[in-house]
């Protein structure tokens, strides 16, 4: 026996969401969006910045270890160059990749691809955090010869050498903090700071 249309009616009406409804989880969802965003966010830096870390330690490690084992100077270089929301050819202004040289006697062969770091994560350049970067550890070297893929010779660089013995050109310890770019230390913003042994070409990392 058929149900009598008004029941079927009603049961659709019972089951349905009203428009009332409909916006308020509408506003539940985006009230959880907009307290949960700023934690994610948080994360994905951080995850970021533990990756760039990394990356920074494993190519020092590298280039020490190919100057002990060829018995020839690597170069070390810190490339100044666009910031990561401006076209490639803007101009240079922020610390955000790193390339090691093999230095022979006539030539300078890229020991590995530049690293670039993710965006927002770039190098400190306040001396406080980042000596490597003072005019009395490095000099602001130019664009060589040498094409920095997709930027060409739009950059500048800052440079040390670690030697066949495993030390390095460095006068003193010196250190480079990676923070995303749109906070700082001293702000109370995430960071990793790498400190580099003059005398050994050794690294320390340090992490709040």
Do not use: W
């Amino acid at each position: 026996m058929k149900a009598p249309a008004h029941s079927a009616i009603a049961g659709k009406s019972f089951c349905a969401f009203s428009l009332v409804e409909l916006l308020v989880v509408i506003a539940i969802i985006a009230i959880l969006a907009s307290v949960t965003m700023p934690a994610i966010n948080q994360v994905l830096q951080s995850t970021k910045l533990s990756a760039a870390g990394r990356s920074i330690v494993d190519n020092l490690s590298l280039a020490r270890q190919t100057a002990l084992s060829r018995n020839l100077p690597v170069e070390v270089r810190f490339y100044k160059l666009p910031a990561h929301a401006d076209p490639s050819t803007a101009a240079p202004q922020t610390y955000r990749a790193m390339q090691s040289f093999l230095l022979d006697d006539t030539n300078s062969v890229p020991l590995t691809k530049p690293v670039f770091f993710p965006a927002p994560i770039v190098f400190s350049d306040d001396a406080s955090y980042s000596s490597l970067f003072t005019a009395s550890v490095s000099t602001n070297t130019p664009a060589t010869s040498y094409s920095v893929p997709g930027y060409g010779r739009n950059y500048a660089y800052r440079a040390f050498f670690i030697k066949p013995d495993g030390s390095t050109s460095l006068t003193t310890n010196a250190f480079v903090t990676l923070t995303p770019d749109n906070t700082s230390p001293g702000q109370g913003g995430n960071f990793i700071t790498i400190q580099i042994d003059s005398l050994t070409g050794r690294t320390r990392t340090f992490q709040p």
